[in-house]
C-alpha cells in the first residue's frame, strides 16, 4: 500500500481494513471515497460514526471528514441521525445508493468467476 497520507494502511497487528480488496474498491482503484462508499454499501443496514468508517475503510478520520460532505451533496451517503456528540451515517436511499448496491453486486459476481 502506498504511503499517501490519507490512508491508514493495515494496523500495527498487520491486519487489513475491512475494505481492502472489495468489489468496489476493486473497480474503482484504493481511493479513499471507493473505500468509503464500500463500507458505507456493505454496512448499509447500520448507521456508522466517522470513526466506524474510517476504522472499516482503512483511512484516517479526518479523510472521511474531507469527504462525507460531498458524498451526502451527490446523494451517495445520508446522515441516518444525530446525538448529542456525533452524527451517524448510512448508505443513502436514493437512487444514487441504490445504483451503488447494485454495481458492488454485480462487480462481486465478475470478480468471483
Aim: glycine residues 10%; negative net charge; hydrophobic residues 40%.
Amino acid at each position: 500500500m502506498s504511503s499517501d497520507a490519507t490512508t491508514a494502511g493495515p494496523g500495527s497487528d498487520g491486519t487489513e481494513a475491512f475494505a481492502d480488496g472489495a468489489p468496489l474498491v476493486q473497480l474503482f482503484g484504493g481511493g479513499a471515497r471507493a473505500r468509503i462508499l464500500e463500507v458505507l454499501v456493505d454496512e448499509r443496514q447500520r448507521d456508522l460514526s466517522i470513526s466506524e468508517i474510517a476504522r472499516q475503510a482503512g483511512v484516517a478520520r479526518k479523510t472521511v471528514y474531507d469527504h462525507i460532505d460531498e458524498l451526502i451533496d451527490l446523494g451517495a451517503v445520508e446522515v441516518a441521525r444525530e446525538t448529542k456528540q456525533s452524527k451517524r451515517y448510512t448508505l443513502a436511499a436514493t437512487a444514487v445508493g441504490e445504483k451503488l448496491y447494485e454495481l458492488e453486486g454485480v462487480t462481486l459476481q465478475q470478480i468471483v468467476q
